[in-house]
């Protein structure tokens, strides 16, 4: 199975924060990635997918980039709302497989 | 507007079979190109993928984690799919999310637009 790595685990912002999440897949996997948001006690909403394409709804401040084995995930300006725990998700074969998470909270 | 709930119990003991159902309403599981997955978060833990069935084809594919205990499955009466999984163990316990997968073909991208609120399974005697 392709196995998706994702850093860094946690990290501290602030408000208006830029902020960067990468995964690194185990092998190429073109285009097919993509990034979720979950907050406690809910189920996982989708942001991103096809590795840069924003989900209707999702606001701007989102965009992800990359392709093959390394991609990113970028907050351009922290909301209050945003912190929240991120992963990725790798659709190119079976297994699906999730990166390991990436938790953001108040520096 | 359609909703996935989950449904089963949220106790099981070791050795004992897990079975849970996720109900459609708003739609019916029989219209649509969609995935029907089942996902699991172990407490504190991060998103594990266990499973589809896609109904036009009827391709299922598992995680090899759990592919030799796990059975999912659709009923189009009950409108409504399942989780079946074998031989529990206290590593099993989670909570269980069923979601709905769909490809868009213009963008060559697939993701899950819709969740359940997820099932506490507590595996233990």
């Known amino acids: 199975a392709i196995q998706m790595t994702q850093s860094p685990s946690s990290l501290s912002a602030s408000v208006g924060d830029r902020v960067t999440i990468t995964c690194r897949a185990s092998?190429?996997?073109?285009?097919?990635l993509g990034w979720y948001q979950q907050k406690p006690g809910k189920a996982p909403l989708v942001l991103i997918y096809?590795?840069?394409s924003l989900r209707s709804g999702v606001p701007s401040r989102f965009s992800g980039s990359g392709s093959g084995t390394d991609f990113t995930l970028t907050i351009s300006s922290l909301q209050p709302e945003d912190f929240a725990t991120y992963y990725c998700?790798?659709?190119?074969?079976?297994?699906?497989?999730f990166g390991g998470g990436t938790t953001v909270d108040l520096k | 507007q359609v909703r996935l709930q989950e449904s089963g119990p949220g106790l099981v003991k070791p050795s004992q079979t897990l079975s849970l159902a996720c109900t459609v309403s708003?739609?019916?599981?029989?219209?649509?190109?969609?995935?029907w997955t089942w996902i699991r978060q172990a407490p504190g833990g991060g998103l594990e993928w266990i499973g589809y069935?896609?109904?036009?084809?009827?391709?299922?594919d598992y995680n090899p984690s759990v592919e030799s205990r796990v059975t999912i499955s659709i009923d189009t009466s009950k409108n409504q799919f399942s989780l079946r999984l074998s031989s529990v163990t206290a590593a099993d316990t989670a909570l269980y999310y069923c979601?709905?997968?769909?490809?868009?073909?213009?963008?060559?991208?697939?993701?899950?637009?819709?969740w359940g609120q997820g099932t506490l399974v507590t595996v233990s005697s």
């Open positions: 096809g590795a840069t």
């Open positions: 998700l790798h659709d190119y074969n079976y297994p699906l497989i």
């Open positions: 069935i896609y109904y036009y084809s009827g391709s299922i």
């Open positions: 979601a709905r997968g769909r490809y868009e073909f213009e963008i060559s991208g697939f993701y899950y637009d819709l």
């Open positions: 092998q190429g996997i073109g285009n097919n």
């Open positions: 708003g739609g019916s599981i029989d219209s649509g190109d969609y995935y």
